[in-house]
T-cell receptor
Framework: AQSVTQLDSQVPVFEEAPVELRCNYS??????LFWYVQYPNQGLQLLLK??????LVKGINGFEAEFNKSQTSFHLRKPSVHISDTAEYFC?????????????FGAGTRLAVHP | DAGVIQSPRHEVTEMGQEVTLRCKPI?????LFWYRQTMMRGLELLIY????????DSGMPEDRFSAKMPNASFSTLKIQPSEPRDSAVYFC?????????????FGAGTRLSVL
C-alpha cells in the first residue's frame, strides 16, 4: 500500500519570497509522483510529474520538484512566489506496476501568498 | 480539447431528494474516476471505470450512491436519497491508462449542498 504525507497544512509566505512545500511518501513498490494545484472553486490541475529520468522536474508557473528516493520525498519549490500562486497543492503517488493504479493523494497544503 | 466537463457546477437540494451528477471525460480517454472532496476527509476516490466497466467501487460510501457509465463519453453519479452529510464537491477525472502514466485530468467539480 502507499501513503502520502504533506507535512504542512498551511504555508503563509510573502510575495516574491521562496517557498517549499514538503511531501513524503511510503510505498513498497516504485511509484510515479505528482503535484496537483487547486485554485479556489476549480478542479485539480497537474503542476508537474516525475515518471523517470532526472530527479529534478520542472512544471508550470515556475514550480519545480526534486525526487529523493532515499528520503522518499518529493518537495515542491518555487524561488519567487506571486499572489496568483495562492491555492491548495496536493502531492500524489501512483504505483508503477501495470494495470489499474489509482492516485493516492496527500491531505493538501494551502499556500497563502501575502503582499 | 474542452477537458473534462461536469454538470451542474452547483446543486442545492433538500434531504431525501435524488441527485444526479454528470461527467463527460476527455475524448479518447479510457478511464474515469469519481472523487469527493470535503474539509474533513480531503479527496476520496469513490469509483473507477475502465472501458466503461466499474473496476473499483470500494470507495462508494453506501448503497445510496450509484454510478454508471453507459458509454465512453458519459458517466453519472447518483445519490438517492440525499442526506446533509453528502454535501461536498464531487470531481470527475479521466485518463488514458495505457499512455498517460496515470496522469488524471480533473473537471471543475460539482458543489453539492443538501439542506
Amino acid at each position: 500500500a502507499q501513503s502520502v504525507t504533506q507535512l504542512d497544512s498551511q504555508v503563509p509566505v510573502f510575495e516574491e519570497a521562496p517557498v517549499e512545500l514538503r511531501c513524503n511518501y511510503s510505498s513498497s513498490v516504485s511509484v510515479y509522483l505528482f503535484w496537483y494545484v487547486q485554485y479556489p472553486n476549480q478542479g485539480l490541475q497537474l503542476l508537474l510529474k516525475y515518471l523517470s529520468g532526472s530527479t529534478l522536474v520542472k512544471g508550470i508557473n515556475g514550480f519545480e520538484a526534486e525526487f529523493n528516493k532515499s528520503q522518499t520525498s518529493f518537495h515542491l519549490r518555487k524561488p519567487s512566489v506571486h499572489i496568483s500562486d495562492t491555492a491548495e497543492y496536493f502531492c500524489a503517488v501512483s504505483p508503477r506496476s501495470g494495470g489499474y493504479n489509482k492516485l493516492i493523494f496527500g491531505a493538501g497544503t494551502r499556500l497563502a501568498v501575502h503582499p | 480539447d474542452a477537458g473534462v466537463i461536469q454538470s451542474p457546477r452547483h446543486e442545492v437540494t433538500e434531504m431525501g431528494q435524488e441527485v444526479t451528477l454528470r461527467c463527460k471525460p476527455i475524448s479518447g480517454h479510457n478511464s474515469l474516476f469519481w472523487y469527493r472532496q470535503t474539509m474533513m476527509r480531503g479527496l476520496e476516490l469513490l469509483i473507477y471505470f475502465n472501458n466503461n466497466v466499474p473496476i473499483d467501487d470500494s470507495g462508494m460510501p453506501e448503497d445510496r450512491f450509484s454510478a454508471k457509465m453507459p458509454n465512453a463519453s458519459f458517466s453519472t453519479l447518483k445519490i438517492q436519497p440525499s442526506e446533509p452529510r453528502d454535501s461536498a464537491v464531487y470531481f470527475c477525472a479521466s485518463t488514458d491508462q495505457g499512455l498517460a502514466k496515470n496522469i488524471q485530468y480533473f473537471g471543475a467539480g460539482t458543489r453539492l449542498s443538501v439542506l
